[in-house]
């Protein structure tokens, strides 16, 4: 797989951009894609997202007080836990490892002096250079491959973090986590840290793999389950209630955001981010141009690895009923799914617009996801 963040900002368009929250590049789209040309606008970082998540959700992620011990010595930063992964502060990691640690005056760049090796690294950015050499700042490591996660490197007050796993594989420090309760605890280098040492956090957290707002559907609807899309235990496809999209933008956004388990980004956005920067879809709406735009990072039925990830399609099934109707919305959702798995056919509509139902649609294939532009009913896509 070949993960690389795509930018879709071109001045002459009149479309309002989507954020890329991280790819998935399926192999079947390893050739070259015209880009279509879009404007510009906000982009949200994984750090902004996670502030415009649930505020239930982040009080029980902050209640659990998590702990980092390097070489026997408990640190004074504590690990934080975002979107299900725990970060690390690198000054002190790296520091209490007896490797040289200097931030630049910028605050958002950090160097790390390893093996008389340079790492650089930036807020932001999920990658980090090597005596000048790019390489992922995470990965994900299983019997046959090795995946870049697209993880970024995060500041929390002036300190900069990065995932746990990453002292690891960038400096070969060792590393383990514990979890008691709900509070994590990082041990990097000596691991001979004691049981009654480790933090302890015993109130009911839900779980970062499968959020408690998927366990049960807000409109008490479901979606019949799909062999080829399996969810972890626990969890069923919801189905949305209403029959479709209002005339109304900002109703249709709170459809996505009270039906389906979308995060409410703003009055004309909202996304759906399993958390995990590999598999998301985002549905925004030019007030413009009267449009809609929605962009949809592949998802991942490969087995059990990424589960929660296999949410996505059901979404993105329901969104095309609320758009086109069940019959219509069915049928796009056919051929988007189609394309996605490299059918040559299919993929002739792609880049071109067509007309579903009574609405005109241009799918926008890119290296690492679709972005499809969707007209309101019985109105021309401006594009």
């Known amino acids: 797989m070949n993960m690389e963040k795509s930018n879709f900002i071109n001045s002459t368009s009149r479309f309002v951009a989507i954020i890329i929250i991280s790819l998935l590049m399926l192999s079947a789209f390893l050739v070259a894609i015209p880009k279509k040309a879009v404007a510009s606008t906000t982009f949200y970082s994984l750090d902004e997202m996670f502030i415009k998540t649930s505020d239930a959700h982040k009080r029980q992620v902050l209640q659990a007080s998590h702990s980092i011990y390097v070489n026997g010595e408990k640190a004074k930063v504590n690990p934080i836990v975002r979107n299900g992964q725990v970060y690390v502060p690198l000054e002190i990691s790296v520091e209490g490892m007896g490797d040289k640690y200097e931030l630049t005056s910028s605050e958002n760049n950090a160097t790390v002096t390893h093996d008389n090796s340079q790492y650089d690294f930036t807020l932001a950015n999920a990658m980090v250079k090597v005596d000048g050499v790019k390489e992922h700042l995470h990965v994900k490591k299983s019997k046959r491959t090795t995946t870049p996660t697209g993880l970024k490197t995060i500041m929390i007050g002036s300190d900069l973090f990065v995932p746990y796993e990453s002292l690891n594989q960038l400096f070969d420090y060792e590393v383990s986590l514990k979890k008691r309760g709900t509070a994590y605890t990082v041990i990097v280098g000596t691991q001979n840290i004691k049981e009654d040492q480790l933090s302890t956090n015993l109130e009911v957290e839900e779980n970062p793999y499968v959020p408690n707002k998927w366990k049960e559907s807000p409109t008490g609807l479901y979606q019949a389950l799909n062999k080829k899309y399996p969810l972890p235990e626990g969890i069923k496809p919801f189905k949305g209630k209403s029959k479709a999209f209002t005339k109304d933008y900002k109703k249709n ?120 532009y969707i007209s309101e009913p019985n109105k021309k896509l401006k594009l």
């Open 253 to 372: 956004i709170n459809i996505l955001a009270n039906e389906l388990g979308f995060e409410k980004l703003a009055d004309d956005a909202a996304i759906l981010n399993p958390y995990s920067t590999l598999n998301s879809i985002m549905v925004s709406y030019s007030t413009k141009h009267s449009d809609y735009s929605v962009q949809i990072n592949y998802w991942n039925a490969g087995g059990t690895e990424r589960l929660i990830d296999n949410v996505t399609p059901y979404a993105f099934k329901e969104i095309s009923r609320l758009f086109f109707g069940t019959a219509k919305g069915n049928e796009f959702y056919n051929l988007i799914e189609k394309g996605a798995e490299g059918n040559a056919d299919v993929y002739k509509k792609f880049n071109k617009t067509i007309k579903v139902g009574n609405r005109e649609v241009y799918v926008n294939a890119l290296p690492s996801s679709l972005v499809i």
